[in-house]
């Protein structure tokens, strides 16, 4: 494509993004608190009927609950509805889910101050490059250089889905937070004693993220079961059960085990939605790093994949991670915003021939683990669309990338 069709297909991108952030309002908090009371109607119901008998309705709709509290966490923890006029300060970013309202906004096993940092900065500034903490066919590396046979591999796969935030989410998360503070703490003591040129604290503060991360990255850290296992297993496993034991031992015994099940049906649910989004052979690796908005903005569109969009229902059950395109373009929108867009971008993308990945989430779930087994692999070049992209000229102003490509915010140094 030629500069001046890339050009002009950049400037629709941007009116695009203007109209969906202008429209905005609310009607888009109104939609995000209906689907808050549909998440909290699942618990309700779920545990209402779970001291009964272990049953397979009550373990679904608690695994619902569950999965709407990271859906609501995702969205506002991207400042989605920060600037929506009049709303309670709990639903924008800076309290949702954050110390003290975590047991209210988002009980789960990730610390969502480490799922934020993890995820809206390290993820999304490096899409599917070698510093993206969420790149599949890394992650899935060790599986790979076994070499089992298949029946092994797919069966370490499946324990994995039933698994995965407990064995790769919260330590993960926790250990990019832990690098990260560690690594602040670090250049503030050196800067203000002066004792270190800025040289020096860079060598120090990549041998300090590196042991540090090391250190955390695993279940052996007490620091990762204090934080994040022991307090939600003794919320979910102890406290709520133990509600019930007023109506007898079968009762207790009976939501221990709905509760249970229902964290397993939240993994593979939460996996099969989350995992394929940037995974398969068709989803570019990008060796290096973005060189500039331009060239951000194309990679998130080849390096994202959606699934069936249109429709709350829909859209409820992939947890709105089915508009992963218009969101990685676009981080801050409401939900509501990506229905109202994505036949906006999709139209643009077909229009002017980028690439635009819209697929079954079964079709990317079997992708993702061709990946993972080694029968396909991302290609590790960016190609010739990224090229072109990154020759255009950089907008005047952009109220995304102005402010998504700081490379240390104010709330990143407060981590220290």
Not at 358 to 385: C, H, I, K, Y
Request: proline share 5%; charged share 20%.
């Amino acid at each position: 494509m030629s500069s001046e069709k890339w050009d002009s297909f950049f400037k629709e991108l941007d009116h695009v993004g203007r109209e969906a952030r202008e429209a905005v309002g609310d009607e888009d908090f109104r939609h995000l608190r209906r689907l808050e009371r549909i998440g909290r109607l699942a618990s309700f119901v779920g545990y209402a009927t779970a001291w009964l008998v272990p049953n397979p309705v009550s373990m679904w709709l608690i695994s619902q609950g569950i999965m709407t509290r990271w859906l609501l966490m995702h969205h506002i923890g991207h400042q989605a509805y920060d600037n929506i006029s009049g709303i309670p300060a709990r639903y924008t970013s800076a309290h949702f889910g954050i110390q003290r309202r975590r047991w209210l906004d988002w009980p789960d096993w990730m610390l969502p101050e480490a799922w934020n940092y993890e995820h809206n900065r390290l993820h999304h500034f490096n899409l599917n490059e070698t510093h993206d903490p969420d790149l599949v066919q890394r992650n899935s590396e060790w599986l790979r250089h076994l070499k089992l046979p298949r029946s092994v591999a797919m069966s370490l796969v499946i324990g994995l889905m039933i698994s995965w935030k407990w064995f790769y989410y919260a330590p993960s998360t926790l250990a990019e937070l832990r690098s990260r503070q560690a690594q602040v703490s670090s250049r503030r003591v050196r800067q203000q004693a002066g004792r270190a040129s800025d040289s020096a604290v860079g060598a120090s503060d990549s041998t300090d993220d590196a042991r540090v991360r090391a250190k955390s990255r695993t279940l052996m850290n007490w620091d990762v079961w204090k934080t994040c296992l022991l307090p939600y297993s003794l919320l979910r496993f102890g406290v709520i059960p133990a509600l019930f034991l007023p109506f007898g031992v079968w009762a207790w015994a009976s939501v221990l085990v709905n509760s249970i099940v229902a964290e397993l049906i939240t993994n593979v649910h939460t996996f099969i939605v989350i995992v394929p989004n940037h995974a398969g052979h068709d989803m570019p690796f990008f060796r290096e790093p973005t060189r500039s908005w331009r060239e951000y903005q194309v990679r998130q569109i080849l390096g994202s994949v959606n699934y069936r969009t249109g429709g709350d229902l829909n859209d409820f059950h992939h947890m709105w991670l089915n508009y992963q395109i218009e969101h990685h373009v676009w981080p801050r929108l409401t939900m509501l915003g990506y229905q109202r867009v994505q036949p906006k971008l999709k139209a643009l993308c077909d229009t002017y021939g980028v690439p635009y990945i819209q697929q079954s989430v079964w079709t990317r779930l079997r992708r993702t683990f061709e990946v993972m087994l080694g029968d396909n692999a991302m290609p590790d070049v960016a190609g010739q669309v990224v090229t072109e992209a990154a020759s255009v000229a950089e907008p005047s102003d952009s109220a995304e990338g102005t402010s998504l490509l700081v490379p240390e915010s104010s709330a990143e140094l407060a981590l220290a």
